[in-house]
């Protein structure tokens, strides 16, 4: 039997359309809250009583996870199998923050501390003898995205060279950074595990090209690293980056779990290599509290089960993310990427078409700025949006002790309105009914080592979804075949018979840009 059948099953055994309100759900049962929520430590406590699961149908959910033998399938992840069967890997990141690092990984690990160090202590300097003001970072996507959210994320921890990106090829951007920096005090980071990517690519030679013609006799190389795979390392080396200014990961670690290797050293440079660990230890006491724990106790687990009771359940097709810390504004995009493209898939390890969707739709905004937009719609809206809070519990800033309680009065009071309902009136345009489910993870402070935890009950939580839709969370052929046609369609853009051949309708479009550019006023 495949997941598939087991997923059905589960679903045609409940009565999905007499759920009790969460309203109800309380008033029968006083300790709702201590039954549906789990800890990590003291620090981290997830809280889903805020649901419309009740006992048999957390109990069904459970025995799916059993039926589809998830814990299988996390021994296999951590052990090393080829659980990226299409591209033949395993998907090992978890090696990375592991406190018994193989030989290959201490090497790396060393090679990332001692240029950090130097890079930040001023003993590596640019081609004009001076210690580095500013870092540009080069690369997007996986290559990109956690990268930015982390060194925004902590950001009091940040005593480096400031950072800044350069992702798009949107020649303004580029500008920009060119009118604002000088190029001369900047280590230029090219990221791209591939080195095929095109966007990275055409940023790293025009800044290549920009500091030949300014410094025409100077070293260039020496503020030019790059950060690939260890398989394209000859690619770096082509694009004119010196050998000792390579720093490789591992093919078997995935771009978007990729912060967690040498992809990760604008970070350490950052924040230095004692918060890193300190970020990598706190992704380690996820990884074992998600391989030992017992199902029903496993954070990572129970959050994937709650997402497929939304899913494939209740119907609902979107979640949002709503950190309350302006310092993880870039948490939602961050997750749109780790489970958008992990999980957005039609087809199972076995090449059947799914009878599920296996991946909500995810979008997300920093709470207090949401209240003012997007929560009309999720309070009195058609569709149902389950509501993922982020909420620190210690004031971050001491400085202003009012803000944090006024922070977290806001948050606390979305939750209680959207569960619970508004205040009664007879005006049905002002009822606000409630029953809108919602998740909170409560964590102590942001640190690196929270953030760490953080980062890595997301990761295992997508991929025990995975699990249990059996598909293949660690390839993104969607994303691939979308970058061979940019590639194809760069080369053809000007030859419209040629492209017209195939796509007249792509050509006709080229031909209306050309026509607008010639003929605007």
């Known amino acids: 039997m495949h997941e598939n059948t087991f997923l059905d099953k589960a679903v045609n055994s409940l009565d999905l359309q007499h759920l009790p309100s969460i309203k109800e759900l309380f008033n029968n049962n006083a300790h709702r809250f201590e039954e549906f929520s789990l800890r990590h430590d003291s620090d981290i406590l997830c809280d889903f ?47 990375l923050r592991s406190h018994s690092h193989s030989d290959e990984i201490k090497k790396s690990y060393m090679q990332m501390a001692r240029f950090c160090q130097d890079v930040r202590q001023g003993n590596y300097k640019s081609f004009n003898g001076k210690p580095f003001t500013d870092i540009v970072h080069i690369g997007i996507g996986g290559s990109h995205i956690a990268t930015q959210m982390t060194i925004e994320a902590l950001k009091p921890y940040h005593n480096g060279p400031h950072i800044h990106y350069l992702t798009n090829i949107d020649a303004t951007t580029l500008l920009n950074l060119y009118q604002n920096l000088d190029f001369s005090l900047c ?27 300014h410094y025409p ?77 017992p199902i029903a106790n496993n954070i990572p687990i129970i959050l994937a089960l709650i ?6 359940f209740c119907g609902y097709n979107t979640r949002i993310i709503l950190p309350y810390s302006d310092r993880l504004q870039f948490l939602p995009r961050y997750l749109q990427q780790l489970v958008m493209e992990s999980n957005g898939k039609t087809i199972d390890k076995n090449g059947n078409e799914l009878h599920h969707s296996a991946c909500s739709i995810i979008f997300g905004e ?36 009012d803000y944090h309680t006024l922070l977290m009065a806001n948050a606390l009071a979305q939750v209680q309105t959207l569960a619970f309902g508004g205040s009664q009136t007879s005006a049905l345009y002002k009822r ?63 030859n419209l018979r040629q492209l017209g051949e195939k ?13 607008m550019c010639n003929n605007g006023k």
């Open 49 to 95: 009583s805020k649901t419309h699961l009740c006992k048999d149908s957390y109990s069904t959910l459970i025995k799916l996870a059993q039926d589809c033998r998830i814990e299988e399938k996390i021994h296999d992840l951590f052990n090393g199998k080829k659980v990226n069967i299409s591209e033949g890997l395993p998907a090992l990141h978890t090696a």
């Open 366 to 401: 920093i709470g207090t700025q949401a209240q003012h937009s997007i929560f009309q719609y999720l309070y009195q809206g058609h569709q149902i949006i389950p509501c993922e809070f982020y909420i620190h519990a210690e004031n971050m800033c001491n400085d202003y002790p």
């Open 432 to 494: 606000v009914d409630g029953n809108r489910p919602c998740v909170m993870l409560l964590y102590k402070t942001l640190s690196p080592f929270i953030l760490g935890k953080i980062m890595a009950i997301n990761e295992h939580r997508t991929f025990a979804e995975g699990c249990i839709y059996n598909i293949n969370s660690f390839d993104q052929n969607g994303v691939e075949e979308s970058k061979k046609t940019a590639k194809h369609m760069h080369e053809q853009f000007n």
């Open 503 to 515: 796509f007249q309708h792509t050509a006709s479009l080229i031909e209306a840009i050309q026509d």
């Open 217 to 293: 006799n100077a070293n260039i190389e020496q503020n030019i690293i790059a950060l690939c795979s260890n398989t394209q390392k000859q690619q770096a080396q082509d694009l004119g980056i010196r050998t000792d200014n390579i720093f490789t990961s591992f093919d078997w670690v995935g771009g978007r779990y990729s912060i967690w290797s040498s992809q990760g050293l604008t970070l350490m440079m950052a924040i230095g290599e004692k918060h890193f660990k300190k970020f990598l230890d706190g992704a380690h006491a996820i990884d074992t509290h998600f391989k030992t724990t």
């Open 307 to 312: 997402d497929i009771w939304h899913r494939s």
């Open 187 to 213: 280590l230029f980071v090219i990221s791209s595990k591939t080195f095929h990517t095109l966007e990275t690519l055409q940023n790293a030679r025009t800044i290549k090209q920009i500091l030949h013609q």
